[in-house]
């Protein structure tokens, strides 16, 4: 894909975009849950069941903290950089202005999606009196991308930021899209995800498209150095150690016996999948290199190998 053949999708923003079209969602009290089960297997586990079901609510009220300060993090600090970079023409590598409009709307959708977020944890807060306990003060991208650009020649990092933005960017429309169908949880959290996934869904052709673009002028050379890089970045990406901290943080503020919450522990330490082919998350991250065409190129084929099925 050429940048002169790229199509701007400013109207589908002007009609579509959620800071146009929804309205305030406001967090229903009701019995549905605000977190899903399935999102937090704490508990779910032998021991949570046995030594305090009755705490459910309270963890998955702090892991809902979490996500929203996940949220956060991720657009306001990663998605928004670089977007905004690209916006302003002040990305090292260039876009004609069809692109660097289409990512001044990302900028303000990934601001905007912050905001609701916010929002919706003060009223998380008002509705349960439960007050955040320590959050993260970063993501695992926070550390990932560091880590892949620092391999990077200085020629190649503002391609290699693009191209770990796109991956996380196509990776977590996915991701969203699971949560917005869980009829277990409160309408107004499935509303939210389901506005989330509509903007993210056009964000994640967004960046594929512009992946595409530099893929396709990019040397032989330079495709070989970045294909090194992508396995430590996914390395990073798909640790498990801030939510194992969070986890951990969370078991201690959980009214146990010592017994009972190194047990807890014990169990959180084994949910770690393990960062391979069977990764629930590769599976995006795969589908992201086929459209974005780095697939194609036998050096990317090559370094993601112990990723392909």
Same mark, same amino acid.
């Given at each position: 894909?050429n940048?002169a053949?790229?199509? %701007?999708?400013a !109207?589908a923003?002007? +009609?579509r975009a959620?800071?146009r079209?929804r309205?305030?969602r406001m967090v229903?009290?009701?019995d549905?849950?605000?977190y899903?089960?399935?999102?937090?297997p704490? $508990?779910?586990? !032998?021991?949570f069941?046995?030594e305090?079901p009755?705490?459910r609510?309270?963890?998955?009220?702090q892991t809902?903290?979490?996500?929203?300060n996940d949220?956060?993090?991720?657009?306001t600090?990663?998605?928004?950089?670089?977007a905004r970079s690209?916006?302003?023409?002040?990305?090292? $590598?260039p876009f004609?202005?069809?692109?660097?409009y289409?990512a001044m709307?990302?900028v303000?959708?990934?601001?905007? =999606?912050?905001l609701?977020?916010?929002?919706?944890?003060?009223?998380?807060?008002?509705?349960t009196?439960i007050?955040?306990?320590?959050?993260?003060?970063?993501?695992?991208?926070?550390r990932a991308i560091?880590a892949?650009?620092?391999?990077?020649?200085?020629h190649l990092?503002?391609?290699?930021?693009?191209?770990c $933005?796109a991956?996380a960017?196509n990776?977590?429309?996915?991701?969203?899209a699971?949560?917005a169908?869980?009829?277990?949880?409160?309408?107004?959290?499935?509303?939210?995800?389901?506005?989330h996934l509509?903007d !993210?869904g056009r964000? %994640?052709?967004f960046?594929?498209?512009l992946?595409?673009i530099?893929w =396709?002028g990019?040397?032989d050379?330079?495709?070989?150095?970045i294909?090194h890089?992508?396995p430590?970045f996914?390395?990073?990406?798909l640790?498990?150690?801030i939510?194992?901290a969070f986890?951990f943080?969370?078991?201690?503020?959980?009214?146990? +016996?010592d017994?009972?919450?190194?047990?807890?522990?014990?169990e959180? %330490?084994?949910?770690?999948?393990?960062i391979n082919?069977h =990764?629930?998350?590769?599976?995006?991250? $795969?589908?992201?290199?086929?459209?974005s065409s780095?697939l !194609? %190129?036998p050096?990317v084929?090559?370094a993601? +190998?112990d990723y392909l099925?």
């Amino acid at each position: 894909m050429n940048a002169a053949d790229y199509q %701007s999708f400013a !109207e589908a923003w002007e +009609s579509r975009a959620t800071i146009r079209t929804r309205p305030r969602r406001m967090v229903e009290n009701d019995d549905k849950l605000i977190y899903p089960l399935s999102r937090q297997p704490l $508990v779910l586990g !032998e021991t949570f069941l046995r030594e305090c079901p009755e705490q459910r609510d309270f963890a998955l009220v702090q892991t809902l903290y979490k996500f929203i300060n996940d949220v956060v993090i991720f657009e306001t600090e990663i998605v928004d950089k670089t977007a905004r970079s690209i916006a302003k023409n002040r990305f090292a $590598v260039p876009f004609p202005f069809a692109c660097r409009y289409d990512a001044m709307t990302v900028v303000v959708d990934e601001d905007y =999606h912050a905001l609701v977020a916010m929002d919706f944890m003060q009223q998380t807060i008002a509705m349960t009196g439960i007050t955040p306990i320590e959050l993260p003060r970063e993501i695992e991208l926070s550390r990932a991308i560091p880590a892949a650009l620092a391999l990077a020649p200085e020629h190649l990092r503002a391609a290699v930021e693009l191209i770990c $933005v796109a991956i996380a960017e196509n990776t977590v429309t996915n991701d969203v899209a699971a949560f917005a169908k869980d009829d277990t949880v409160k309408q107004s959290i499935k509303g939210l995800m389901a506005d989330h996934l509509l903007d !993210e869904g056009r964000h %994640s052709g967004f960046w594929a498209r512009l992946v595409r673009i530099y893929w =396709h002028g990019a040397s032989d050379a330079d495709r070989q150095s970045i294909a090194h890089i992508l396995p430590v970045f996914i390395a990073h990406y798909l640790t498990n150690d801030i939510q194992k901290a969070f986890d951990f943080q969370l078991i201690e503020h959980l009214q146990l +016996s010592d017994a009972a919450r190194l047990a807890l522990k014990n169990e959180v %330490s084994g949910l770690a999948f393990p960062i391979n082919r069977h =990764h629930p998350l590769v599976a995006n991250i $795969v589908r992201f290199f086929r459209s974005s065409s780095l697939l !194609e %190129s036998p050096c990317v084929q090559d370094a993601l +190998s112990d990723y392909l099925v």
